[in-house]
């Protein structure tokens, strides 16, 4: 049935990724990376599966009116993990009119583009994410029968960026499995944005896995952001190839959220190439949000830079394990990762572990984390001026996480972050599903 409803591209990978998720089961705290989130809590319900590939009651247009609207940009779907290109008119549906892209550039159905450019997406897919190292990727792998698929050939430069919008809907729990694969070709350029966002309030368990093949000289900048639910479970990986003198930006900004887990790999496989990591959580209630990453320099001259902070309150719980390796002979690396958080209640809770593996002798590497609550004084000499302590809370708060939001570059995604954010702090964020009125994160 999975076979059937997919293409042979990702079929092929089927039967070794089931073996291979057979061989580790689900993962528990025993492994190192998954050590700060219960993988069985999130597994726990009895999930529905759409294996069929059935056509999902929904119209995305209607249902993403919300807090993140169209940026100029190019606008696509993925309605739970079916690449969206239809909607109903009056009854009927309709193909939807895609938006104009430069010539050459696909972005399309994974399963589609697999089936009629099956080599556009053979040589790559499951290259990066292997089901052998990690038992979410064989989980995928192994379910996973569609997705997005984005193409840029040389030299090309997509003018708008493009937007992709993961929405769940169901009227059961569902599990949802989503692939995207972006390639990228050499000097081309791209700039994207993922948001993910729930219609429902059932429980939905979303693993999603990301590969990412940055050309010679290419310039890629890719932003996630979730806005779900307390009963969304959200298991996300992505895997990102760099090669010479290209430049990668991965951005993950968590507003709301149940349990979040995200993985970020980065292979520096490519002289005088540069990725940067951002990334924010902003969480309260009972939500989990864990941020795993790796930065594997294989060669000299590259340059790394992370930078992720946390705001948690009420009994939110925050990780974050973050990994530059430098291996032998990649010399003249450069490298900084910094965490800092913020427990804004002695009840939140955060885990950070920040890892240097160096086997160069001529690197400049740093890395830091620092765990504190809000500045007393600061407040005391705010509140002495006349601003009221829930607004110099919000403020602090609010200045703290603008450094993330600062280091982005899409401009209306940058300017409208600042907005978002300062709305979840005051906790406006969000829509109650189905009902169009504004409630409180967490009162869904």
Same mark, same amino acid.
């Given at each position: 049935m999975l076979d059937t409803h997919s293409a042979p591209a990702l079929n092929a990978l089927r039967t070794q990724a089931f073996e291979d998720f057979r061989r580790q089961g689900f993962p528990s705290r025993k492994v190192e990376r998954y050590r700060y989130t219960d993988v069985a809590a999130a597994f726990a319900p009895d999930y529905g599966v759409n294996l069929r590939g059935l056509s999902i009651p929904v119209n995305p247009y209607e249902a993403f009116r919300c807090d993140v609207p169209n940026l100029s940009t190019s606008l696509y779907f993925v309605a739970n993990d079916r690449f969206y290109d239809t909607m109903p008119r009056g009854g009927e549906t309709s193909i939807k009119k895609r938006p104009a892209l430069p010539e050459g550039v696909i972005i399309d159905s994974l399963a589609r583009v697999a089936l009629e450019r099956p080599e556009l997406v053979a040589p790559y897919y499951g290259r990066l994410a292997r089901s052998s190292k990690d038992a979410i990727n064989a989980l995928n792998t192994m379910l996973a029968q569609d997705g997005v698929f984005i193409y840029v050939p040389r030299h090309t430069v997509v003018p708008r960026p493009i937007q992709v919008v993961n929405i769940l809907r169901a009227d059961v729990p569902l599990m949802a499995n989503r692939r995207m694969l972006i390639v990228l070709e050499e000097g081309a350029q791209l700039q994207l944005l993922v948001c993910d966002h729930t219609m429902d309030d059932h429980d939905f368990l979303a693993t999603q896995v990301v590969e990412a093949f940055v050309g010679e000289d290419a310039h890629l900048e890719f932003h996630e952001l979730e806005e779900t639910h307390p009963t969304n479970h959200r298991f996300s990986n992505t895997y990102a190839d760099l090669s010479a003198h290209s430049v990668a930006t991965l951005g993950c900004i968590t507003l709301s959220? *149940?349990? &979040? !887990?995200? !993985? &970020?790999? =980065? &292979? $520096?496989? *490519?002289? /005088?190439?540069? =990725?940067? $990591?951002? *990334? #924010?959580? =902003? #969480? /309260? *209630?009972?939500?989990? #949000?864990d941020n795993n990453t790796l930065i594997d320099h294989r060669v000299p001259n590259c340059r790394s830079n992370e930078l992720y902070k946390y705001v948690l309150d009420d009994s939110a719980v925050g990780a974050f394990a973050g990994r530059v390796l430098v291996r032998e002979g990649a010399q003249k690396t450069s490298s900084r990762e910094t965490n800092a958080n913020l427990c804004a209640a002695p009840t939140a809770r955060m885990y950070t572990q920040p890892m240097l593996e160096i086997y160069a002798d001529d690197v400049k590497c740093s890395h830091g984390s620092t765990v504190g609550q809000l500045n007393d004084a600061a407040l005391f000499y705010m509140r002495q001026r006349g601003v009221p302590e829930d607004e110099a809370r919000l403020l602090l708060k609010f200045a703290f996480v603008g450094e993330v939001i600062d280091g982005i570059r899409l401009d209306a995604l940058r300017d409208r972050l600042h907005y978002l954010v300062e709305k979840r702090f005051r906790g406006e964020l969000g829509r109650c599903a189905g009902c169009g009125e504004n409630v409180k994160c967490g009162e869904r």
């Open positions: 959220c *149940g349990l &979040t !887990r995200n !993985r &970020t790999d =980065v &292979t $520096l496989s *490519g002289e /005088d190439s540069e =990725v940067n $990591l951002i *990334g #924010a959580v =902003v #969480a /309260d *209630g009972n939500q989990h #949000a």
